[in-house]
């Protein structure tokens, strides 16, 4: 059974950071693509960032600069540093893996995800 758990999340202040951690089960980890995404109360779920097997790695244009993917193969887990938060980036967050290669189309569509966590909530006050 797959399983993926976020941890991590937390309430911070604007200008803050946090690092949010993935740890997979259940499946060959090194083979799967992995997601971040996040959802925020009323608005759709968003595509965050990505990182290939291969570490290949992508980002929503809102968050250059500020937050950065990485994974531990050894570990099965993914993470996303996220530096110099602000108000919008409150949000529940996502992990997801899928081990299809994903595309630029691809990437950001929760659709082609097969597996997720249940999120971390992350409160960014001013």
């Known amino acids: 059974q797959v399983q993926l758990v976020e941890s991590g999340g937390g309430l911070v202040q604007a200008g803050d950071f946090l690092r949010l951690s993935c740890t997979a089960s259940?499946?060959?980890?090194?083979?799967?693509?992995m997601g971040w995404f996040r959802q925020a109360p009323g608005k759709e779920r968003e595509f965050v960032s990505r990182?290939?097997?291969?570490?290949?790695?992508y980002y929503a244009d809102f968050v250059k600069g500020r937050f950065t993917i990485s994974r531990d193969n050894a570990k099965n887990t993914v993470y996303l540093q996220m530096n110099d938060l602000n108000l919008e980036d409150t949000a529940v967050y996502y992990c997801a893996a899928d081990q299809h290669i994903m595309t630029t189309a691809t990437m950001a569509s929760p659709p082609a995800y097969e597996y997720w966590g249940k999120g971390t909530q992350v409160t960014v006050s001013s």
């Open positions: 990182i290939s097997f291969y570490d290949s790695t």
């Open positions: 259940g499946l060959a980890f090194s083979e799967f693509e």
